[in-house]
């Protein structure tokens, strides 16, 4: 009786394995290595693994993608990363990194918003969100990259703009602790001032801010607009 159950259990087990077996062989490699291989490999050799990982490119997806919701943070962060080296290979990765926007550690929430950044998305349904973290001294910068991102991306492709961009955006930037960020929203508000009184009086509330180099670069954005397009936005 007990040996009819090990063969069956056995007779259940092989095709199982094979499965698994035929599953791993088809993994893509490079070097000899899978790509879950090069994934584990990040912690220890970093530039190798992501240059292996960039070779086999929507290959290394699986593993990348299984990294995101891992319990471990590196392994989050990592894969997040390997994701942005990927580029636009990596495009059918971006609701993985849309719900990495909410993980517990901003270091994965910037990596995330880093990766769509490079691989260039348009989703103008991301804004109030990222819009929601230009605050923070974690992630505000990496919020107003990819938002700027999305901005000219959307420019690029001849889509309407971000209902949030100029005023509401540039608001928003003035609350932040850090300089840069408000600067960017001087940049924001002084593109739409000539049609919006309310984005002149926001400026001209910036001339007394407690920072000088916002001060100063607030009264060039005012007093010759042209210079406008000289400015750049935070982190470009």
């Not at 088809?26 to 490999?41: I, L, N, V």
């Not at 492709?157 to 949030?164: E, F, H, R, T, V």
């Not at 928003?172 to 009184?197: F, H, W, Y």
């Amino acid at each position: 009786m007990k040996k009819r159950i090990l063969n069956a259990i056995i007779f259940l087990c092989v095709p199982a394995v094979i499965f698994f077996t035929v599953v791993i062989r088809r993994e893509p490699t490079y070097g000899g290595k899978s790509a879950t291989m090069w994934f584990q490999e990040l912690r220890l050799n970093q530039d190798a693994a992501l240059n292996a990982l960039q070779h086999i490119g929507a290959g290394a997806l699986p593993a990348l993608k299984d990294g995101l919701k891992s319990s471990a943070l590196t392994d989050r962060c990592m894969a997040a990363l390997a994701l942005g080296k990927l580029g636009v290979s990596a495009k059918d990765a971006i609701p993985n990194l849309i719900q990495a926007l909410d993980d517990s550690s901003p270091s994965v929430q910037c990596a995330a918003m880093m990766a769509l950044t490079r691989i260039g998305i348009t989703n103008a349904e991301l804004a109030p969100k990222l819009m929601s973290k230009l605050t923070s001294k974690n992630t505000g910068a990496f919020a107003a990259t990819l938002l700027n991102s999305i901005e000219r991306k959307r420019n690029a492709d001849n889509l309407p703009p971000l209902p949030q961009a100029g005023y509401e955006y540039g608001m928003v930037c003035l609350k932040s602790p850090t300089p840069s960020m408000r600067l960017n929203g001087a940049i924001q508000l002084a593109s739409v001032a000539q049609k919006d009184e309310r984005a002149k009086t926001a400026l001209e509330s910036l001339l007394k801010d407690e920072n000088g180099w916002v001060r100063q670069e607030t009264a060039q954005l005012m007093t010759n607009p042209i210079a406008l397009s000289n400015f750049k936005l935070v982190s470009e």
